[in-house]
C-alpha cells in the first residue's frame, strides 16, 4: 500500500501540513523564508507535491524544488536549516500518533529531496542536475 494510504490519505495529509506549517511559522529558525508569502497557496503546492512523492495522485503542477528554493537559498537556507525544518516535520508526525516505522518512511521520503531543495551538486563532480530533472511524476520517482 502506498504511504499516501497508509497515513490516511488526502484528508491526513493536509491536517499534517496545517500542524506542520504552524510550527513552521511558530520558529523564528525557520519563519522568516515565510515573511509575507501566501501560506494557503504554499501549502496547498506541498500537498500536491508530496501526495504525488507518497505514491497518491499525481496533481503537482508546481515549480520544481531547485527554482522554488532559489529565493531561500538567497536568504540563507542551509543544512542546518533543513535539518530544523525536517525536525519540526518529524514532530508534526509524532503528534500526530503516526507509528514509528511508517513516519521513518515518509521521513526518507520527504529527506530524499534535500539535494534539490539546497540545490547540491552531485558529489562526483559532475555538475548540477537541471531543473527539468526533478521528478514530476511518482513513477519517475525511485521505487521505495
Ligand atoms: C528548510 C527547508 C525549507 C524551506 C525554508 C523552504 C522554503 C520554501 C519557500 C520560502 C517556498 C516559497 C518559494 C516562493 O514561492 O518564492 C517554498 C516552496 C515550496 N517548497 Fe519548500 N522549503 C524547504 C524545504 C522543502 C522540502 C524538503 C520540500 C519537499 C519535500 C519542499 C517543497 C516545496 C514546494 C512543493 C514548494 C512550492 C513550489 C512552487 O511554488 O511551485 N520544501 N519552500
Not at 499534517?16 to 504552524?22: K, P, T, V
Not at 494557503?40 to 503542477?61: S, V, W
Not at 533543513?82 to 500526530?96: A, H, N, Q, S, V
Amino acid at each position: 500500500m502506498s504511504l499516501y494510504r497508509q497515513l490516511g490519505g488526502g484528508e491526513a495529509i493536509q491536517v499534517a501540513l496545517d500542524l506542520f506549517y504552524g510550527k513552521v511559522m511558530a520558529d523564528p529558525r525557520v519563519s522568516g523564508f515565510f515573511d509575507g508569502m501566501d501560506m494557503e497557496r504554499i501549502k496547498l503546492k506541498q500537498m500536491a507535491f508530496l501526495t504525488m512523492a507518497f505514491g497518491g495522485p499525481d496533481a503537482y503542477d508546481g515549480r520544481t524544488l531547485r527554482a522554488a528554493h532559489r529565493r531561500p537559498l538567497e536568504q540563507g537556507l542551509d543544512e542546518k536549516r533543513f535539518e530544523i525544518y525536517m525536525d519540526l516535520f518529524r514532530e508534526t508526525l509524532d503528534e500526530l500518533g503516526v507509528p514509528d516505522e511508517l513516519a521513518g518512511q515518509v521521513m526518507d521520503v520527504a529527506c530524499g529531496h534535500r539535494g534539490d531543495v539546497l540545490a547540491l551538486a552531485g558529489g562526483d563532480g559532475t555538475p548540477d542536475r537541471a531543473d527539468s530533472e526533478t521528478p514530476r511524476r511518482s513513477r519517475d520517482l525511485p521505487a521505495g
